[in-house]
RNA sequence: GGAGACGUCGCAUAGUCCGGCCGAGUGCACCACCCUGCUAAGGUGGAGUCCCCGUAAGGGGACCAGGGGUUCAAAUCCCCUCGUCUCCGCCA
């Protein structure tokens, strides 16, 4: 949620950013105008309510035969208080549906525009060559019957799969690899629920543009968690936390859930857009004065997981429009999957200032003793996805599959998948 | 699934039966000062969160798990939801 204060004394700023992220500013007028009318609604009310509390003492103190015409004039008063507070709730409620329209401020120098819009801030490694026609990691999958996607379709439906043998095993190692080096960066391992409830889901801002993409149960009145953000963020909701010595770093392990509604027939071959899939999320509660730099951090380390990992990648600077409502700047690292001739995104890592934190209540003591709120940040450090990536780049003509050296430790120490005869 | 108990200001509790003097007492912990010369105790004072008005000083409102109701007035009475605990049943 946007800060209240600055959508009141500083509405051009917020629509400057909706305009960057191509979202109408007229949403800030009306915001603003709800603000304006909530805190009439809440300063009638008040005067009221004091005036009926004044009154409550004198009908308690007064003498018995008093009592009676008291009361009967102080309930016209209470009416009317009753209609002032209703009034107050309709205000906030109206001011709370027009805040929420309202998308995080981007920050300075995020690229304006949508999807296309990004802007490549680096690109790492050499794009591999092959003596041979590269296999696409399906294929792979399948010679080294790591991936079933045909059971996982008669069990589950389209776009499920089995991971098996090596591909349980690579996966498995991916995430260790990612949760053993954030643990030296300070992260504090968190296996997270992946069912959480609607206002949890709708506090961390997925179920605005996402809410299609989430999957409810509305039996029970539970969303399946897309990310192991969503927990992560909800883990310290409603509570002051202590930040003075440095950023809230946990790594949430977790499997994530994503209905992929709207993208039918697109990345329907193997495991790279799947409805279910494991997730290693980095994420940071901190003092905002140190988020940008949190993010370069976050980034840094994504970036060293893919390095180390043998693969081409491209870093980019998401485009205001293609951000998200919480967050304030994104990068994308995507990494270079041959049989596409494309870069695809593996990483996601986004500051999102005090907005989620802000719509979540979750706060930090200032030096002066005041609360405020602090900023999150979350990134991803491995998931599912990324073997595409590690099988096609390390194939070879024979159908294996060189482990890169970071993952082998891993692995027992294999350091090739062989094909099964 | 059945039966019951409970949810109060960091922690522990009082208050709820019999509505107003309770935004709320006490203990511990905390902060400041004082006293004491010894490793701990004593004294005084302070301190919650959120919101509104105000340049400020200050004033006002809300908050006793959450929501709704009764009432002139609700921590206290009624209903619902959530959570915790105990017992029984069930358990891939």
Same mark, same amino acid.
């Given at each position: ?214 999957y409810y149960l509305p039996e029970q009145e539970l969303y399946l968690t897309g990310t192991s953000e969503v927990a992560l963020a ?60 949190e993010h370069q951090r976050l980034l840094a380390w994504q970036e060293g997981m893919l390095q180390d990992l043998g693969l081409t ?54 030096? !002066? ?30 159908? !294996? ?15 090739r998948l062989e094909p099964v005869a």
């Amino acid at each position: 949620m946007i800060d209240p204060v600055l959508l009141r004394e500083n509405p051009d700023l917020i629509k400057r950013s909706q305009e960057l992220r191509g979202e109408s500013s007229e949403y800030v007028d009306e915001a603003v105008a709800a603000d304006a009318a909530r805190r009439t609604a809440i300063t009638v009310f008040e005067a009221l309510r004091a005036e009926q509390n004044a009154f409550g003492k004198q009908v308690a103190q007064a003498p018995k035969d008093a009592k009676a015409a008291l009361v009967a004039q102080a309930q016209e008063l209470a009416g009317r208080v009753k209609a002032a507070n209703q009034a107050v709730s309709d205000a906030e409620a109206s001011f709370t549906l027009a805040v929420q329209k309202l998308g995080n401020i981007v920050l300075d120098g995020v690229p304006a525009g949508g999807e296309d819009d990004y802007i490549v801030l680096r690109e790492v490694g050499e794009i591999p060559a092959f003596a041979f026609e590269p296999r696409d990691h399906l294929e792979i999958g399948e010679l080294l019957d790591a991936i079933d996607m045909p059971r996982g379709a008669k069990v589950s439906g389209a776009r499920f799969h089995y991971l098996k043998g090596v591909g349980a095993r690579l996966e498995l190692a991916l995430m260790n690899m990612g949760l053993d080096r954030a643990i030296a960066a300070g992260f504090t391992p968190l296996i997270t629920p992946t069912l959480v409830r609607p206002e949890i889901m709708n506090g961390t801002g997925f179920l605005g543009a996402h809410a299609d993409e989430v999957y409810y149960l509305p039996e029970q009145e539970l969303y399946l968690t897309g990310t192991s953000e969503v927990a992560l963020a909800g883990y310290h909701a409603d509570e002051i936390i202590d930040v003075s010595n440095g950023p809230v770093r946990y790594a949430g392990w977790s499997t994530c859930y994503r209905s992929e509604a709207g993208s039918h027939g697109k990345d329907t071959r193997g495991i790279i857009r799947v409805h279910q899939f494991n997730k290693l999320e980095m994420f940071s509660y901190i003092d905002p004065a140190d988020a940008e730099a949190e993010h370069q951090r976050l980034l840094a380390w994504q970036e060293g997981m893919l390095q180390d990992l043998g693969l081409t990648y491209r870093v980019i600077d998401t485009a205001a429009g293609d951000l998200g409502s919480s967050a304030a700047r994104k990068y994308d690292v995507e990494a270079w999957v041959p049989t596409q001739g494309a870069y695809r995104e593996l990483t996601s890592t986004s500051n999102c200032t005090t907005f989620q934190a802000r719509r979540l209540d979750i706060r930090h003591r200032t030096e !002066s003793g005041k609360t405020a709120p602090v900023a999150t940040l979350n990134g991803t450090l491995a998931t599912t996805r990324w073997l595409v990536a590690i099988l096609e780049t390390h194939q070879q003509a024979d159908g !294996s599959v060189v482990v890169p050296e970071a993952l082998r430790g891993y692995l027992g120490g294999l350091e090739r998948l062989e094909p099964v005869a």
